[in-house]
């Protein structure tokens, strides 16, 4: 009996209590951190000491699915995770219930960050912002914002008093401008570290914005003659002054609904455009020029007034006469001048009245021969008076001449010297002179030293297409011991000889002849064959009227 006793007792003693067991199982959740990023899932696996454990499970508001199960362990799988939550794992084991706690935290990386500008292009000395946000960021404690300017720190805030459940994080600066800022390049940059929650740490950067400072506080000016020539190209210009960057100033310029196209300067702080303008329609018109810079632009305004104004209109009846025939000479204003202007014609003896022509009838005379007659016309607009004038050449005919002041009958020269003929004739056309000596023609160009042998008489003509004359030239050749010191007469000589070679190259002109000969040079005409022609027609003219 003693001994089922103590049996008895050894067997209860082997049994366990409840208070025991309790303490002997436990309960633990894995993962023990659990950091799911915003939207994703999460696997945890519950398990217990307990050999042979009752009810288990887990208790969360998330949604969950038993992925799998033993004698002593449970899975799950959390979906679309998006809140932090605590998480209970439980186990029974002899009617002892034990759990354990698990804080899910969820955490989203800042992978928008945007950063704005306001505004894009700012004025020197005025203010902007410099605005960071991060619309979608958990959790915002561990969030860090650094506005950068070039790459250096402008502005750095962080979250850690964040108290509000947010996903949005911003930061917002002012700035003066000034413009050392211009072309700046902003940024921000987000850094959301978790490594204390057994996590990473993420970065994320925005878009680099260019800030453009500008300064435009005066208004353009044009410049420009208030009064314009329809058809005539005339420089305009506008400028403006302390503008900054000068070099990015844009012009636009009109002359009514007509786009001029200027060409851009700048120096420092100014920049201009030049521009030519030609009105085509006369009266008033507008001349604008707008000049914008980033987002502001200025506009100036000038008015104008077009006129036509063409030159006076000379007329004179023969360009070409011949010496003692009446011409007629009249000076009249254009028909597109308006209004009708003064007139005066040179030599006429009044003013005409406005818009009345003006005549001069005269008799052409040899020194007539290269005349200008001039028509000047006086237009007065907007006040101011302008002035035309039109310049037309008289040319008059007359046959050759060999008069004694230019062709003397009587010619000495000094034995030993250069020597050249004298002989400048007179007509218009110019005339051919052509001199013999003893059946010879005579280089009139070439000087050539005097001998005795070269005194007598010599013959030159002189001729043109209205006729020709003739006439002796006696030639007297004396030595150069007669009564004058010879040293003084040889210099004497030669700054004669000197002189009338400068005289012979100046007015003689050679022409082609068959037989070697060259005539005589004059003052060139530039006229055309036809002019010749028509001067014979008018020799032939006077001939048959016995002229």
Not at 376 to 396: D, I, Y
Request: hydrophobic fraction near 35%; charge should be negative.
């Amino acid at each position: 009996m003693e001994m089922l006793l103590f049996g008895i007792w050894t067997l209860l003693t082997l049994i366990p209590c409840p208070g025991a067991i309790e303490e002997l199982f436990e309960v633990s959740v894995w993962p023990n951190q659990a950091l799911v990023e915003f939207g994703q899932s999460l696997v945890i696996n519950c398990s217990t000491t307990c050999p042979n454990p009752g009810p288990s499970g887990i208790e969360t508001f998330l949604k969950k699915i038993q992925v799998g199960k033993g004698l002593q362990w449970r899975e799950f799988l959390l979906e679309d995770v998006t809140e932090n939550s605590v998480l209970q794992c439980f186990f029974s084991c002899a009617g002892i219930q034990k759990d354990t706690s698990l804080d899910i935290i969820v955490y989203q990386p800042p992978e928008q960050v945007i950063l704005e500008l306001q505004p894009a292009w700012v004025a020197v000395d005025e203010a902007f912002t410099v605005k960071c946000q991060v619309p979608s960021v958990t959790p915002l404690e561990n969030l860090t914002l650094t506005l950068l300017q070039d790459n250096e720190e402008l502005h750095r805030k962080n979250f850690v008093s964040m108290t509000v459940a947010s996903q949005r994080a911003e930061v917002t600066i002012s700035v003066r401008a000034q413009r050392e800022n211009d072309r700046c390049n902003f940024s921000c940059h987000a850094e959301l570290d978790l490594s204390s929650q057994g996590g990473g740490l993420f970065h994320g950067n925005s878009a680099i914005k260019l800030l453009r400072i500008f300064e435009f506080s005066q208004s353009p000016q044009i410049w420009i003659s208030s009064l314009l020539e329809v058809g005539m190209a005339e420089t305009v210009s506008c400028k403006v002054s302390r503008v900054f960057p000068a070099k990015e100033v844009i012009f636009h310029m009109f002359l009514g609904d007509q786009e001029l196209s200027p060409f851009l300067f700048w120096r420092e702080d100014t920049a201009w455009a030049n521009g030519t303008v030609r009105a085509m329609k006369t009266g008033d018109q507008e001349l604008s020029c707008l000049v914008s810079l980033g987002p502001m632009e200025q506009k100036t305004r000038k008015s104008v007034y077009v006129y036509s104004f063409p030159p006076p209109i000379l007329e004179i009846e023969e360009l070409y006469p011949l010496a003692g025939t009446d011409i007629n000479v009249t000076c009249s204003g254009h028909v597109l001048t308006s209004p009708s202007p003064t007139l005066q014609l040179q030599g006429a003896p009044t003013l005409s009245a406005p818009g009345e022509t003006v005549w001069l009838l005269l008799t052409a005379r040899e020194e007539d021969d290269g005349r200008n007659f001039s028509c000047e016309a006086s237009l007065e607009v907007q006040g101011q008076r302008l002035v035309k004038n039109t310049v037309t050449q008289l040319h008059v005919l007359y046959k050759p001449r060999l008069e004694e002041s230019g062709c003397p009958g009587n010619q000495t020269w000094v034995e030993g010297m250069e020597q050249m003929l004298t002989c400048v004739p007179e007509g218009n056309p110019v005339p051919a002179l052509e001199c013999t000596w003893n059946g010879m023609i005579i280089d009139l160009e070439v000087p050539q030293k005097a001998t005795q042998n070269h005194t007598g008489t010599y013959c030159c003509t002189a001729t043109n297409k209205l006729g020709s004359v003739r006439k002796d030239i006696d030639v007297t050749v004396e030595g150069l011991d007669k009564g004058v010191n010879s040293t003084l007469f040889i210099i004497i000589a030669v700054l004669g000889v000197g002189g009338i070679t400068l005289a012979l190259y100046l007015n003689y002109r050679p022409c082609k002849m068959k037989r070697k000969k060259l005539p005589y040079r004059q003052k060139k005409y530039n006229k055309e064959e036809e002019e010749n022609q028509f001067a014979v027609q008018q020799a032939e003219k006077c001939n048959s009227h016995n002229c």
